[in-house]
């Protein structure tokens, strides 16, 4: 075991976190099962989805964030940038754009970008990936309800359970009411509301070590809870289980989980999951404008493999989707079970 002062690197230097994921992880890598498989090297089957991190700062500070957001981050999305996205979004085959952070309403270009990308594509789908308690962080976000209505924004937020005592541990002491007042005021603006045509997703990650469990049946189960202690609604629920990087990494090797999860996570590896991953259809496009195959990559400094290709500036759509997706240990996390990706299960 590395010394916990060796352990605190993780947060900070993605090398060291390829070094533990790729020096303790049981002598089977992730490429020799794709291989088990026949579907390594594992290739692009559309690049249809930009996923676009607007920057590293957030108002919370998650236990399980594998962005290590948080109030002191700087890093940001500038609207030059953006330019270039909406550029990319303009010229290809681009239905959805997923914006995400941090908090993403919290870079002060957010609602011009939202605005461009509306204005670029009447029909293309914006995803919103709000962590709830921005809405409530101070007055200038209290109408985003009513401003993702009228960009007919998709919100998607994290909800670690129904209850105070998962949510709080996971994100922090008062989050879990905050979070509730939240989802009251979208369900008032309409989302979540069936035949309102405002979608409201929430998404499920596990507390600790283990993988979620099944999605259609915490669904139900989140569902019945919130609407009978709070009267929220909302339209499906997304788990996603924890990858080993950032936080997360941090945490297993504290506590001594690392071994344990990784075997679990090889173990559970899903053959029809990895066939169905995000980053086959999906481009994700780092604060500072690089890319990257998936967000966890970005985390990782793992850009794509195409080295006239790596800037969003430097967009080559044929390239690109002829590209081979860089994978490492930590894939095995969206491989697991019955997968896991942005939007849920896989398989």
Request: glycine share 4%; proline share 5%.
């Given at each position: 075991?590395?010394?916990?002062?060796?352990?605190?690197?993780?947060?900070?230097?993605?090398?060291?976190?390829?070094?533990?994921?790729?020096?303790?992880?049981?002598?089977?890598?992730?490429?020799?099962?794709?291989?088990?498989?026949?579907?390594?090297?594992?290739k692009p089957l559309l690049i249809d989805t930009l996923q676009i991190n607007?920057?590293?700062?957030?108002?919370?500070?998650?236990?399980?964030?594998?962005?290590?957001?948080?109030?002191?981050?700087?890093?940001?999305?500038t609207r030059d940038t953006m330019k270039q996205c909406l550029?990319?979004?303009?010229?290809?085959?681009?239905?959805?754009?997923?914006?995400?952070?941090?908090?993403?309403?919290?870079?002060?270009?957010?609602?011009?970008?939202?605005?461009?990308?509306?204005?670029?594509?009447?029909?293309?789908?914006?995803?919103?990936?709000?962590?709830?308690?921005?809405?409530?962080a101070n007055p200038k976000y209290h109408d985003l309800p009513e401003f993702f209505k009228d960009n007919r924004i998709e919100v998607v937020s994290s909800l670690p359970y129904f209850s105070a005592g998962k949510t709080d541990s996971q994100r922090g002491d008062g989050v879990f009411v905050k979070s509730i007042k939240a989802l009251q005021m979208l369900n008032k603006t309409g989302y979540g509301v069936e035949h309102s045509g405002?979608?409201?997703?929430?998404?499920?990650?596990?507390s600790g070590a283990f993988l979620p469990g099944s999605q259609a049946g915490l669904e139900?189960?989140?569902k019945k809870k919130l609407s009978d202690n709070f009267g929220v609604t909302f339209n499906s629920l997304f788990t996603i289980t924890n990858i080993p990087?950032?936080?997360?990494?941090e945490y297993l090797l504290r506590s001594?989980?690392?071994?344990?999860?990784?075997?679990?996570?090889?173990?559970?590896?899903?053959?029809?999951?990895?066939?169905?991953?995000?980053?086959?259809?999906?481009?994700?496009?780092?604060?500072?404008?690089?890319l990257y195959d998936c967000d966890f990559n970005q985390m990782l400094d793992l850009k794509v493999e195409i080295p006239k290709s790596r800037h969003i500036s430097d967009w080559d759509q044929e390239t690109l989707k002829n590209r081979t997706i860089v994978v490492n240990q930590h894939c095995f996390g969206c491989t697991a079970g019955s997968g896991s990706s942005c939007g849920g299960t896989t398989a």
């Open positions: 075991m590395k010394s916990l002062k060796a352990q605190n690197h993780a947060l900070s230097d993605p090398r060291y976190e390829i070094d533990v994921l790729e020096s303790r992880s049981n002598d089977v890598s992730f490429s020799q099962k794709l291989t088990e498989s026949n579907l390594y090297p594992l607007l920057g590293k700062m957030c108002n919370q500070v998650c236990k399980h964030c594998h962005v290590d957001a948080g109030p002191d981050r700087k890093e940001i999305m550029s990319v979004i303009k010229s290809h085959s681009i239905k959805s754009v997923d914006l995400t952070g941090g908090a993403p309403e919290m870079n002060p270009e957010f609602r011009w970008f939202v605005e461009a990308i509306r204005s670029s594509d009447p029909n293309i789908n914006i995803i919103v990936r709000c962590n709830l308690t921005i809405i409530l405002l979608v409201l997703n929430l998404v499920y990650n596990p139900a189960e989140f990087i950032s936080r997360f990494l001594g989980n690392y071994e344990g999860y990784m075997e679990k996570l090889i173990a559970s590896y899903n053959p029809i999951a990895a066939a169905n991953v995000m980053c086959r259809s999906t481009i994700s496009v780092g604060w500072n404008g690089y």
